[in-house]
Nanobody, 128 residues
Framework: QVQLVESGGGSVQAGGSLRLSCAAS????????MGWFRQAPGKEREFVAT????????YYSDSVKGRFTISREKAGNTVWLQMNSLKPEDTGVYYC?????????????????????WGQGTQVTVSS
């Protein structure tokens, strides 16, 4: 059974940090792109960050660039999201996802529809 399990969420004051983890199991995700998305109350799920299978290629939304860092072991099944300088607008449920892009050219994706496997999410609350 394929599972993605997020952990590390919690409540923090503005300016603080959290480190999210996502452990994938059930098959090898070593060739998949991995991504983090978030959903605030009353809003649509949005892209946060993505990383390719090797860990060498990353991409971030403008709202988190310079504050968040996505990482993984090369061809590994675990991905992390280091979140620094947190803001109240970062509050939401954070989801980990995996995408088997099946391409040697396109190695990351910001498109939710390209992600086949999703975790249940972990709550992040940032207070002002």
């Amino acid at each position: 059974q394929v599972q993605l399990v997020e952990s590390g969420g919690g409540s923090v004051q503005a300016g603080g940090s959290l480190r999210l983890s996502c452990a994938a199991s059930g098959r090898s995700f070593g060739s998949d792109a991995m991504g983090w998305f978030r959903q605030a109350p009353g809003k649509e799920r949005e892209f946060v960050a993505t990383i390719d299978w090797s860990g060498a290629v990353t991409y971030y939304s403008d709202s988190v660039k310079g504050r968040f860092t996505i990482s993984r072991e090369k061809a590994g099944n675990t991905v992390w999201l280091q979140m620094n300088s947190l803001k109240p607008e970062d509050t939401g449920v954070y989801y980990c996802a995996a995408a088997a892009l099946r391409s040697s050219i396109v190695v990351i994706s910001i498109n939710l529809d390209e992600y086949e496997y999703w975790g249940q999410g972990t709550q992040v609350t940032v207070s002002s």
